[in-house]
């Protein structure tokens, strides 16, 4: 700033003003700062600035798993909230691992972040962290699932009612054998998604055997090897609901590789709605839940926040939607066509007439 104000033959003081906008300076001497400052590419340092105001126009993002395709949508409506609000993100990746997400918040807290938006990660101990006061802490929004203890804003999905539309889907389809695999114990939308599962079968008085539900990690290899455990099974299920679409991508994968046909042989709905769902043969039965409306809802919410709003924590949720798709089919045609091509079938089918 003293190059600045040497150069513009100006002082301190009035290059600040035109750098920071806080007081009227005339005209010639904006022009002179301005010119100056072209000139010897000086850029104010965002760092030094959330030093003296002690908060910055960052705000980080801390997400489980980078490589899952649902959470890009999520980080992509946040930026684009955030981007109109002149705020930046800067994001972080846990890989579920708790500790990497403490040290991240400990980091973006000490970079003076204006606040955090957070997706935790399994086993998350993000409430402990935040909400028992211990250390000043910016305004945080979790997004997707709460860790337990959060009591904080969140902006989530209905994830029960869409695995309880997914589940009585199958149901009005004919299936009574159904099987879940469904994701960490420990998430709470895993959980959440396997109540709604539950319920749909409890309201429809079937059945379900505890080995029908399998645990995975919400990624397509554990889908895979939870969905071999099921169709090895005798009897085995006649549909699956996969808590989400990567674990529904392993389930495909197992049928295949079982040389079972998909839905002839098991009928299929996933969660997320991913974009490779119409893509995939057959096209995936899933339960959309809109991930770019949900990150940019946290993000206003958070920017509300910063901006003062003194209100109670908020809990927002978005509704989900089944979008069907041909994994599913429904099971008496099927039973028709098995009994059509039983040996015992064939002998009592008349004679095709021949033509002359």
Same mark, same amino acid.
């Given at each position: 700033?003293?190059?600045?104000?040497?150069?513009?033959?100006?002082?301190? %003081?009035? !290059?600040?003003? $035109?750098?920071? %906008? @806080?007081?009227?300076?005339?005209?010639?001497?904006?022009?002179?700062?301005?010119?100056?400052?072209?000139?010897?590419?000086?850029?104010?340092?965002?760092?030094?600035?959330?030093?003296r105001l002690?908060? @910055?126009?960052?705000?980080?993002?801390?997400?489980?798993?980078?490589?899952?395709?649902?959470?890009?949508?999520? !980080?992509?409506?946040?930026? =684009?909230?955030?981007?109109?609000?002149?705020?930046?993100?800067?994001? *972080?990746?846990?890989?579920?691992?708790?500790?990497?997400?403490?040290?991240?918040?400990?980091?973006?807290? /000490?970079?003076?972040?204006?606040?955090?938006?957070?997706? &935790?990660?399994? %086993?998350?101990?993000?409430?402990? +962290?935040?909400?028992?006061?211990?250390?000043?802490? &910016?305004?945080? $929004?979790?997004?997707?699932?709460? #860790?337990? %203890?959060?009591?904080? =804003?969140?902006?989530?999905?209905?994830?029960?009612?869409?695995?309880?539309?997914?589940?009585?889907?199958?149901i009005r389809?004919?299936?009574?054998?159904?099987?879940?695999?469904?994701? &960490?114990g420990l998430?709470?939308?895993?959980?959440?998604?396997?109540?709604?599962?539950?319920?749909?079968?409890?309201?429809?008085?079937? &059945?379900?055997?505890? +080995?029908?539900?399998? +645990?995975?990690?919400?990624?397509?290899?554990?889908?895979?090897?939870?969905?071999?455990?099921?169709?090895?099974?005798?009897?085995? #299920?006649?549909?699956?609901?996969? *808590?989400?679409?990567?674990?529904?991508?392993?389930?495909?994968?197992?049928?295949?590789?079982?040389?079972?046909?998909? #839905?002839?042989?098991?009928?299929?709905?996933?969660?997320?709605?991913?974009?490779?769902?119409?893509?995939?043969?057959?096209?995936?039965?899933?339960?959309?839940?809109?991930?770019?409306?949900?990150?940019?809802?946290?993000?206003?919410?958070?920017?509300?926040?910063?901006?003062?709003?003194? =209100?109670?924590?908020?809990?927002?949720?978005?509704? @989900? +939607?089944?979008?069907?798709? /041909?994994?599913?089919?429904?099971?008496?045609?099927?039973?028709?066509?098995?009994?059509?091509?039983?040996?015992?079938?064939?002998?009592?089918?008349?004679? /095709?007439?021949?033509?002359?």
């Open positions: 700033m003293q190059q600045i104000a040497d150069r513009a033959q100006v002082s301190i %003081g009035t !290059v600040s003003h $035109v750098v920071n %906008g @806080t007081a009227r300076v005339r005209s010639n001497l904006r022009y002179r700062v301005r010119e100056a400052i072209r000139t010897l590419g000086f850029q104010p340092s965002a760092l030094a600035q959330g030093l002690n908060r @910055t126009r960052i705000l980080g993002m801390i997400i489980p798993d980078i490589t899952n395709p649902f959470f890009p949508g999520v !980080v992509r409506g946040a930026e =684009d909230l955030a981007f109109r609000n002149s705020y930046r993100i800067v994001l *972080c990746n846990t890989d579920n691992d708790p500790s990497k997400e403490n040290l991240y918040i400990a980091e973006l807290k /000490s970079l003076r972040a204006a606040g955090l938006l957070i997706i &935790p990660a399994a %086993g998350s101990d993000l409430a402990s +962290e935040l909400m028992t006061g211990r250390s000043p802490s &910016p305004p945080v $929004v979790c997004i997707d699932r709460c #860790p337990t %203890g959060w009591t904080g =804003d969140a902006v989530v999905v209905a994830n029960e009612e869409g695995a309880y539309q997914a589940t009585m889907h199958l389809s004919g299936h009574r054998h159904l099987a879940v695999i469904t994701g &960490p998430l709470v939308n895993a959980a959440e998604r396997l109540k709604g599962f539950k319920r749909a079968l409890r309201d429809s008085s079937l &059945p379900l055997a505890s +080995e029908f539900i399998q +645990e995975a990690a919400f990624d397509t290899r554990s889908g895979f090897q939870a969905a071999r455990r099921l169709l090895r099974m005798l009897p085995r #299920p006649t549909a699956i609901f996969a *808590c989400n679409d990567l674990m529904a991508l392993g389930v495909l994968h197992a049928v295949h590789e079982l040389g079972l046909r998909c #839905p002839e042989d098991v009928s299929l709905v996933g969660f997320d709605n991913l974009e490779f769902c119409e893509y995939t043969s057959p096209a995936l039965t899933s339960v959309y839940q809109p991930g770019y409306q949900v990150g940019a809802a946290a993000a206003g919410l958070l920017v509300e926040r910063i901006k003062g709003l003194k =209100d109670a924590p908020r809990r927002i949720i978005l509704e @989900t +939607e089944l979008k069907k798709r /041909s994994s599913v089919v429904s099971i008496e045609p099927i039973n028709r066509m098995r009994s059509a091509r039983s040996p015992s079938a064939r002998k009592k089918r008349p004679a /095709s007439p021949v033509l002359k």
